[in-house]
C-alpha cells in the first residue's frame, strides 16, 4: 500500500521548499537543504518526493495554492516525464491571461488606448501577479539555470507580455492618447517592473515598507498613468 503522509506536512514541506528554491536557484538548491529548512533528516524528505526534479514541479503546483493544500495521492511524488513541468507552466500561461483587457486591445489593433483603459490594464497586471506571487517569484529565480523553463517564461511569459504591451503603448503614442517617448519598449518596461516589484518582489525585500497592498497598488497605478497620459 502506498505511504500517506499528513496534508499539514505536506503543506510544511512546499513551504520549505519553495523558500530554498528562491533563495538559492534550482542549480544550487539539494535535498540536504530542503530538508535542514524543514527540519529533518534527507532520507524523510526523500519518502516524499522521489528527486529534485519531483520536488521543484510539486512546488510550482502547490505555490499559489489555497492553504491548506491537499496531500498527493500516493507517496513518494514520482520524478515527472520530460517536459512535463515546463508545459504546466506553458499551459498556466496561455489558459490565463494577465490581463484581459490588454488582450482584447491587441485583438482589435485598429483602436488607440486612454487613460482609463491603461489604469485598467495596470490594475489587472497587478492583480494578476500578486495572486501568483509565489509561482512568479519561483520561475524568475530558477528560470535561467533551467534551460527549456527559461525559454517557455522568457519568451511566453515575460517576453509576451512586454511585446503586448508595447505595442499597445505604441500604437496609443501615434494617436497622441499617450506622451511619446524615444522608446516604448522601455517604457513598457518601466511599467512591468514597477508592477511586478510591488505586486511580487517586495514580500521578499529584506528590508519591507510597511504599505498596504491596496495603497501600493493604487499609488503606482497612478503613478504609471500620469506619467504616460498625453497632456496637449
Not at 488582450?103 to 489604469?119: K, N, V
Not at 504591451?165 to 492618447?177: D, Q, S, V
Not at 505586486?199 to 503606482?220: C, G, K, L, M, S
Amino acid at each position: 500500500m502506498p505511504r500517506r503522509m499528513p496534508a499539514g506536512r505536506v503543506q510544511d514541506l512546499v513551504d520549505s521548499a519553495t523558500a530554498v528554491f528562491i533563495a538559492q536557484g534550482y542549480r544550487r538548491t539539494q535535498m540536504a537543504d530542503v530538508a535542514d529548512a524543514l527540519g529533518v533528516a534527507k532520507g524523510t524528505v526523500y519518502r516524499c518526493v522521489e528527486s529534485k526534479e519531483a520536488l521543484f514541479d510539486l512546488v510550482l503546483r502547490y505555490a499559489d495554492a489555497p492553504r491548506p493544500i491537499a496531500a498527493p495521492r500516493a507517496l513518494p511524488v514520482r520524478t515527472p516525464a520530460r517536459g512535463r513541468t515546463v508545459r504546466y507552466v506553458q499551459e498556466r500561461l496561455a489558459s490565463d491571461p494577465a490581463s484581459p483587457t490588454l488582450w482584447r486591445a491587441r485583438a482589435r489593433g485598429h483602436r488607440r488606448g486612454d487613460a482609463r483603459e491603461l489604469a485598467r490594464i495596470l490594475r489587472e497586471l497587478y492583480h494578476a501577479m500578486a495572486k501568483n506571487r509565489t509561482g512568479i517569484k519561483l520561475v524568475d529565480r530558477c528560470a535561467a539555470e533551467y534551460p527549456d523553463l527559461a525559454r517557455v517564461w522568457f519568451g511566453r511569459g515575460r517576453g509576451a507580455l512586454l511585446s503586448q504591451l508595447t505595442a499597445y503603448l505604441e500604437r496609443g503614442m501615434r494617436a497622441r492618447r499617450f506622451r511619446a517617448v524615444p522608446e516604448p519598449a522601455v517604457a513598457a518596461r518601466i511599467v512591468i517592473e514597477a508592477l511586478v516589484f510591488w505586486a511580487v518582489h517586495r514580500h521578499w525585500d529584506p528590508a519591507p515598507q510597511p504599505i498596504d497592498p491596496r495603497v501600493a497598488e493604487e499609488t503606482v497605478v497612478q503613478m504609471l498613468v500620469a506619467a504616460l497620459r498625453h497632456r496637449p
